[in-house]
Nanobody, 122 residues
Framework: QVQLVESGGGLVQAGDSLRLTCAAS????????MAWFRQAPGKDREFVAA????????SDADSVKGRFTISRDNAKNTVYLQMNSLKPEDTAVYYC???????????????WGQGTQVTVSS
């Protein structure tokens, strides 16, 4: 498994932007497809976005299309989630995850970070 550490969360107002960063270590990063998930209080963990090993293709949840962008820099062993036009309903703990395969369900991902809190006030 690859070790993952998220950063960049915080408290923002509706309409603001944030960029989350996930730093990977321990395995060749380019062997992993990467994804972001989020979990709001009392809700299941849900898929946000995924990116394949070399940056293409990507996949986004309908709830974030046009607002969030996932990208990766294999030279820096890092994956990003650029979040624009944030809404209060985006409030959640955001998790970075990796897999040597591909998938958008939690069961498809076998490496997980500890999460970073994003809170969007109205």
């Amino acid at each position: 498994q690859v070790q993952l550490v998220e950063s960049g969360g915080g408290l923002v107002q509706a309409g603001d932007s944030l960029r989350l960063t996930c730093a990977a270590s321990g395995r060749p990063f380019s062997k992993y497809a990467m994804a972001w998930f989020r979990q709001a209080p009392g809700k299941d963990r849900e898929f946000v976005a995924a990116v394949a090993n070399f940056g293409i293709p990507t996949s986004d949840a309908d709830s974030v299309k046009g607002r969030f962008t996932i990208s990766r820099d294999n030279a820096k062993n890092t994956v990003y989630l650029q979040m624009n036009s944030l809404k209060p309903e985006d409030t959640a703990v955001y998790y970075c995850a990796g897999t040597t395969g591909w998938g958008t369900s939690t069961a498809d991902l076998d490496s997980w970070g500890q999460g970073t809190q994003v809170t969007v006030s109205s």
